[in-house]
């Protein structure tokens, strides 16, 4: 069983916007951290923004600040990404993830649990 599932990627214009969502388990989204990664080719994956266990507590990499806003709703067990004011630049795979710990973490190393990713591509 996939513990993580993205949707809503796809395409869209630059200064356009997307809603990505990430579904799971219960045990995932009422206990653990979860945070959203992106990787462009041939580059690593990045962080993107990240939430505690609570949703009490977010953090953004500087280049989505003001344009993206992570959220999580556990009576759905689904997280999100509003991805306001896209850039070219944002175009990746996007990966949600979840760690067992219960702070914001940035590092991959940091999640055990990965999505399959979804893809977003902005156009200028």
């Known amino acids: 069983q996939v513990p993580l599932v993205e949707s809503g990627g796809g395409l869209a214009q630059a200064g356009g916007s997307l809603r990505l969502s990430c579904a799971g388990s219960g045990r995932i989204f009422n206990n653990y951290a979860m945070a959203w990664f992106r990787q462009a080719p041939g580059k690593e994956r990045e962080f993107v923004a990240g939430?505690?266990?609570?949703?009490?507590?977010?953090d953004y990499t500087d280049s989505v600040k003001g344009r993206f806003t992570i959220s999580r709703d556990k009576s759905e067990n689904t997280m999100y990404l509003q991805m306001n004011t896209l850039k070219p630049e944002d175009t990746a795979v996007y990966y949600c993830a979840a760690s067992t710990g219960m702070g914001v973490y940035t590092g991959v190393a940091s999640y055990h649990y990965w999505g399959q990713g979804t893809q977003v591509t902005v156009s200028s």
């Open positions: 939430i505690n266990w609570s949703g009490g507590s977010t």
